[in-house]
């Protein structure tokens, strides 16, 4: 479900086997498989406007990341459609935020990853893109973490500082100075 920022359900994304996605909304007492002027919004967006500022918030591609990151403790979202499908209108929830977004390993998600945070470059307090060791080719987060991924691992890598080659600050030329506060997870 993507809900508005007091829960209410905007509309859903559903998967299928083998592996398609429709999106619907609530219509009266059921649903319809349409979404053209329906307000389009980030993923699990009523906990993250829940969350302190001080929090960072973990963007990848899809609502199963998103959900696995959460069951960890952590903020997390994405947008509906994955790769590519990132609006601006997006951002204005990560206003004065420290946002670490995680690619998909391959060339949808390195080019989603630069959409993203040049979209929130002057909102975002602090702009870090992650890309997690050890993730297979088109792997995501969740491959990650099932080979053995876990909460201190990705706190400890998004503390590091980026090598030059995988700085979202050298790429996108996006990132701001973090207060104490921003650095708290």
């Not at 591609?61 to 959900?67: I, Q, S, T, V």
């Not at 929830?93 to 420290?98: A, I, N, Q, T």
Request: hydrophobic fraction near 30%.
């Amino acid at each position: 479900d993507y809900r508005n920022e007091s829960g209410s359900v905007l509309f859903q994304v559903q998967r299928f086997e083998p592996k398609t996605f429709k999106q619907r909304r609530p219509v009266g007492s059921g649903w319809e498989y349409k979404v053209k002027g329906v307000r389009q919004v980030p993923y699990r967006l009523p906990e993250l406007v829940k969350s302190a500022l001080s929090e960072r918030v973990f963007i990848v591609e899809g609502e199963k990341d998103a959900d696995r990151l959460a069951a960890l403790g952590l903020v997390a979202t994405c947008c509906a459609g994955g790769a590519g499908k990132w609006r601006d209108s997006h951002s204005e929830h990560f206003k004065d935020r420290s946002v670490v977004l995680i690619p998909d390993n391959d060339n949808a998600g390195r080019d989603h990853v630069h959409k993203v945070a040049k979209s929130l470059k002057d909102i975002a307090q602090y702009i870090r893109d992650l890309d997690l060791p050890g993730m297979p080719d088109k792997g995501d987060v969740s491959d990650w973490l099932d080979a053995g991924g876990t909460r201190a691992k990705i706190v400890a890598l998004h503390q590091t500082p980026p090598s030059k080659a995988h700085d979202t600050a050298h790429q996108h030329d996006c990132e701001k100075k973090p207060s104490k506060t921003q650095l708290q997870l």
